[in-house]
């Protein structure tokens, strides 16, 4: 084994030996820089499930009751705040909430054009034309209100769940305004229209559900006034 070994030591490098050792090298580096990219890769992956997990703590709190009035399903309530891209970044409920308020708006825009264009669809004096024409005054106090429950909200927001409760609930009053309003036009128009069509105008109570569980977890205070 000696002069094995002496006779290797003896022998000079050929030109295939090198190359096989710098493949090695090669291959070695390659390895390093891979482990690396993967672990930064699952770094990436584990801070955006952790960023993710708020929208889905949020809506598992829905879906276990946090509500009284209106469930939301988890799934649902998970697809509506994802539907807007800041709340990937939303550090809190009261961020989430904020969001809620704006998708709402934009919903209840969308439904408030639903209605008058079914308004003057209409061919016959009915009670859904009576039906109608209360939602539209139903939504006009819904798209003035939005706005104002947005408002009141980013007031008692930075404090968080030191908010004070007289703080707080004048808020959740506020958006309490926006539920009975919505409520109130489903209830109409699931008497006076076609049933199979009115989950939309509920869509848009669960809406206003949303925002106001977001407020009460937010705030850390719970509003046992509702009336809808």
């Not at 070695?28 to 997990?53: E, L, P, W």
């Not at 209360?134 to 798209?143: G, H, R």
Request: hydrophobic share 45%; net charge negative.
């Amino acid at each position: 084994m000696q002069t094995i070994a002496k006779t290797m030591a003896a022998r000079p490098l050929t030109s295939i030996t090198l190359a096989a050792m710098l493949l090695l090298v090669s291959l070695g580096i390659a390895k390093v820089a891979g482990d690396d990219s993967k672990n930064t890769g699952s770094n990436k992956g584990n801070d955006m499930a952790r960023v993710g997990d708020l929208v889905v703590e949020v809506c598992k709190n829905m879906s276990d009751g946090f509500l009284k009035q209106i469930h939301f399903d988890e799934e649902p309530c998970i697809s509506v705040l994802r539907s807007d891209n800041r709340s990937a970044m939303a550090k809190d409920q009261g961020d989430l909430a904020i969001i809620a308020f704006d998708i709402l708006e934009h919903r209840s825009k969308e439904i408030a054009s639903k209605i008058d264009s079914l308004l003057h669809g209409l061919t016959v004096h009915n009670w859904t034309e009576r039906a109608l024409q209360f939602c539209v005054a139903d939504y006009a106090t819904v798209l003035h209100t939005i706005p104002l429950c947005r408002n009141m909200f980013l007031d008692v927001k930075p404090l968080g769940r030191k908010a004070g409760y007289e703080d707080a609930i004048v808020a959740l009053e506020c958006v309490d305004r926006l539920g009975v309003a919505t409520r109130d036009c489903s209830l109409r128009m699931i008497n006076n229209w076609d049933y199979n069509q009115v989950e939309v105008f509920f869509d848009v109570t669960r809406h206003v559900s949303l925002a106001w569980g977001l407020i009460e977890m937010a705030t850390d205070t719970l509003d046992d006034h509702s009336t809808w």
